[in-house]
């Protein structure tokens, strides 16, 4: 059975950090793009950034690019996304979702899914 299982949320004066983890389980993670998306409160999920299996490729939403910073440690089967800067309009439930073909930003494209951690930036 996959588990994704997402850590690190948390209430942040704007301007703070924020590390967030995602373990997985039950899976070859190597073989899995793993990603980013966070779900504001009335809006869609939307992408924030994603890590190639092997850790080379990144990619990033504009609005996150220069302040998020998304790794992985295969050893330890977890991503992490490193938040600094961070702004009231981060505020959403951030969630990691595995993707074990291609490369999309279409939440509905991936196969599995964490139950999220809420981040909540205060002004």
């Known amino acids: 059975q996959v588990q994704l299982v997402e850590s690190g949320g948390g209430l942040v004066q704007a301007g703070g950090s924020l590390k967030l983890s995602c373990a997985a389980s039950g899976l070859t993670f190597t073989n899995y793009l793993i990603a980013w998306f966070r779900q504001a409160p009335g809006k869609d999920r939307e992408f924030v950034a994603d890590?190639?299996?092997?850790?080379?490729?990144?990619d990033y939403v504009g609005s996150v690019r220069g302040r998020f910073t998304i790794s992985r440690d295969n050893a330890k089967n977890t991503v992490y996304l490193q938040m600094n800067s961070l702004k009231p309009e981060d505020t959403a439930v951030y969630y990691c979702g595995a993707l074990s073909r291609g490369h999309t930003w279409s939440a509905g494209d991936y196969d599995y899914w964490g139950q999220g951690t809420q981040v909540t930036v205060s002004s």
């Open positions: 890590i190639s299996g092997s850790g080379v490729g990144t």
